[in-house]
Each structure stands twice: as C-alpha cells, then as structure tokens.
C-alpha cells in the first residue's frame, strides 16, 4: 500500500494542482519564524544574563514572552504546517484542493487575527493563559473568533478534499491529518472561548493544562507526524516501513494522549485520582512514541546514505531522535518522585523546547525544503546554505537543550535540599544557608550558555530563510542542483 502511494501514475503525475494556499501560508511563516526566534534570543539575554540591560513598559518579560512563544507557535510553526497541509492532502487524494478560494479567505482571517492579536502583547492585552494569551479583542476586531472560524474554514475544505478523493485507501498521513483537524477544533474551542465559563479555582486550572498539554499532543504531535510520515518517502524515495504499526500510533495518540495534562499539577491541589490517572496515561505515551520513532527509522535501514546526502531527511531523522528524547523525558517527570525536582525548573521549559523545536520545527524544516522547490519549479538556491542551516541548528541545539535540562536539574535538586532536616529550626537553618535568590544567581552560567546555543539556531534559520527567499525570488543557474 505504502508504495502504491508513493508512486503515483504518469496519468496523476498530469493534475495540476493549485498551490497558491501553500504560499499564502508558508511564505510568512518564513518570516515569523525570523522575528519570533530573535524576541527569543533577545529575552534570553536581556531577562536571563543582563537582566533589563534594555528596559521599558513594553520590553519586560511579561510583554515579550508571549510575543516568543505565540510567533514561534502559531505564527510560525502551526502556520507553516497548515501549508504544509494544503500541499499534501490534494496529493495523497489524487484531487485538487475543494475550494481554493475559500482556503485564501481562511489565510486572510489567519493572519489578520494573528498578527494583531500577537502584536498587541506589548500593550498589555494578553489575557495569561499559557498558549492562549490572544485577546478576545483588539479595538473592534474580534481575535479569537476570527482565529476559529479560520480553522473551521480550513477543517471543511480539507475534509471535503478528502471525501471527493479518487483513491480509496487513505495513506496514513491522511489519518494524522484528519484527527489533527478534529481534535484543534476541540482544543482551541475549549483554551480560546469556553475556558472563560469554566469556573475559577482548579476546574478552570485543570482545563487549562487539558488545553496547554493537547496544543502539543493533539494538534502539534498528529500534525508532525503526518508531515514526517508522508516527506520522509518522498525526499528518500523509499516506502514506510509499516503502514499497520503507523496505525497502532495513531489510535493509541487518540486514545492516550488527551488525559496526560494533568501532570502538570502533581503536588498541587488537584485530586489524587486525576494525578496518578495522568501518570498513568503519560507512562502509555511509550506506545505511540515508539511507533513512529520506530517505523521511521526502519524506512530508512539499508539506506543510511541517503541521510549524509539530503540535510532534509536529516532534519527529519534527528527530529525522530529528539522525539524520542522528549517522549522519554515526558513520561519520567510525570513520576511524582521526579517531579518533585524538575516541576518548576528549566528542566520543563528545556521540554517543551525539544518537542516544539527540535522535533516539530524540524519536521517543518524538512516538508519546506521539500515543498519549495515543487511549488516554484526552481531547485533550492544553495545547497551550502542548507547544510550550514541544519550544523547550526544542531550545535545550537545541544548546548541550548543541555542547559535547560542539567541547568533545570541542578536548580531542582538545591530547592530539593531546603526540605532536608527532622525539625522545623533544621528547615529553616537550611533556607538560611541557600536563599532562593542565590539559586537564580547559579543558575546565570547555564543561561549564558543558553543564550549562545538560541543565538546560533537563530543565525542559522535566518540562513534557511535567506535560502528558500532567494529560490523563490531569484532566477536559478545551471550549477545549482535540487537538495
């Protein structure tokens, strides 16, 4: 099955498929990513190292930290694969997109909700809700209903692709796709709107780490997938490993995934029987994980060689060993033992960094290096430049993702000694030895060395970006080759 639909006939080769939605989406995104990735390096110094070397009501940590966040997620990463989407579904369908049209007028809402909501951060219009800070308006716009009715737009005309598709198995990308389109529409409903009826206290708190955690495992995680499940054969010419364990990972996605939120308040005053049943369910998210970690590293058994030559499905690759990395690291700090350590520290931020990152951003990296040159008949402009972008993401990586993991650590394990002692005067002595204070001050090396690893991940998507600009723009020469 996996390679009947990997190759299509010369008859489907013939279909002229509308690729100006995939623009419209992937063009700014490309843009975002620049901006969103230098508020964060920017923060990263000006927080965290120098702390408030540049000051002002609209440069503090609370203004720009969710400018960072919400650019690189949603203006970035999550629109870039909403391109990404509207590129591969026609094609695993066999059929052109239902309504372009409507999919141009869903980008129009997309980007005027997002850009205003997100560019209003400075001013105070966030509402605090992690990963749902959009303002339900900016002046008379309405930001968040906007944002909705743009994905229920792009929800109707990718199912009603998929129904007047001419194949009738559907590739497992399609069920990652179509269980991602299903599954945001819930999320975001819930985390944008119905979040504001749920009453205060820990209902409301609970419902918000349901939204928090399901942005990553129900709209994120299925979205990467697909895009990593359906670029790896293309950019490798080779078939999936097994389209029957893709499916064991996509059914046990949707049943596992949607009740591990609750891991975030563990020690908190949340029932009991919600926290370990969040335990319980995030220990099962070894299923699905190694699933995709293993299929996709079976495909490309025997053929190592391909990853030395395209940095695109090394992108790929090391995204499935970072997925690996996170998916383990998830699990363990729901244990409530370990929990007692990281909850809190870096070590959580160093996690969301790596599954949004170093996992999901390089699937998107590699689907864009793909799609790009389909899309303007142009091979991509310098090969050299996409080398250079995938050694810099890496040795950016590592120094920025170990200072947030045994940075985050190291912090744990000092709070950890403030609750040594069998007395009430032993406790204190100990907080009187170790003020909270000088915890923060050991942990200035371990930003530093943060800083330096976002500042060289940041120079190298500026190059990524600058190489797929120039592919669209600039005319290709005959020395040039297709990555």
Known sequence: MEKEMMTPTSRDRQLVYDDGPVKVMIYPALFFMMIGMAIGVFM???????????????INFGRI???????????????????????MIPR?????????????????????????????????TNVGWEYAELPMWVGFVPIKYLLILSWV?????????????????????????????????????????????????MTRMNANFFYVHNLVGMIFTPMGV??????????????????????????????????????????????????????????????????????????MKGHWDLYVKNPAIRFLIM???????????????????????????????????????????????????????????????????????????????IPFLAALWIGGFLQGMQWATWAEGSTYAQFHLKLAQLPFLQT?????PWWLLRGLGGLVILFGNILFAVNMFNTIILQPTPAREVA
């Not at 927080?47 to 609209?58: C, D, K, L, M, R």
């Not at 930290?65 to 990404?84: F, I, T």
């Not at 109707?156 to 198995?169: D, G, I, P, S």
């Not at 559907?170 to 985390?191: D, E, H, I, K, Q």
Request: glycine letters at 6%.
């Open 440 to 444: 923060v001050v050991d942990m200035r």
């Open 153 to 201: 737009m792009l929800a109707v005309n990718l199912f009603m692709t998929v129904a007047k598709r001419r194949y009738e198995k559907m590739y497992v990308s399609l069920w990652y796709a179509m269980g991602t389109l299903l599954w945001a529409s819930f999320t975001f409903n819930l985390g944008f709107h119905a979040i504001n009826y749920i009453p205060e206290g």
């Open 226 to 299: 697909a895009i990593a499940y359906y670029f790896l054969p293309k950019l490798s010419g080779l078939p999936i490993y097994s389209h029957r364990l893709s499916m064991v990972g996509f059914w046990s996605v949707a049943f596992v995934y949607a009740w591990v939120g609750a891991h975030h308040m563990i020690h908190g005053p949340a029932s009991q029987w919600l926290q370990t049943t969040a335990i319980i369910f995030s220990i099962w998210l070894f299923i699905p994980v190694w699933t995709v970690v293993a299929n996709l590293f079976y495909t």
């Open 319 to 397: 995204g499935n060993l970072f997925y690996l990395m996170t998916c383990i690291q998830g699990p363990l700090m729901a244990l409530r033992n370990v929990n007692e350590i990281t909850s809190k520290t870096d070590w959580v931020i160093g996690h969301s960094h790596i599954s949004l990152y170093a996992t999901f951003s390089f699937f998107a990296f590699a689907g864009v290096y793909y799609v790009i040159p389909v899309i303007t008949r142009r091979p991509i402009w310098s090969n050299a430049l996409s080398e250079w972008h995938f050694q810099m993401n890496i040795w950016g990586s």
């Open 65 to 87: 930290r969710p400018m960072h966040v919400s650019h690189v997620l949603l203006l970035w990463l999550l629109s870039a694969n909403v391109g990404l989407f509207y590129f």
């Open 92 to 124: 695993l369908c066999g059929v052109s997109l239902w309504s372009p049209p409507l999919a141009y007028l869903s980008a129009s809402l997309w980007w005027v909700a997002l850009i205003l909501g997100i560019y209003s951060f400075p001013w105070g």
């Open 44 to 58: 990263a110094f000006n927080t965290f190292v120098i702390p408030n070397y540049f000051s002002g009501e609209h």
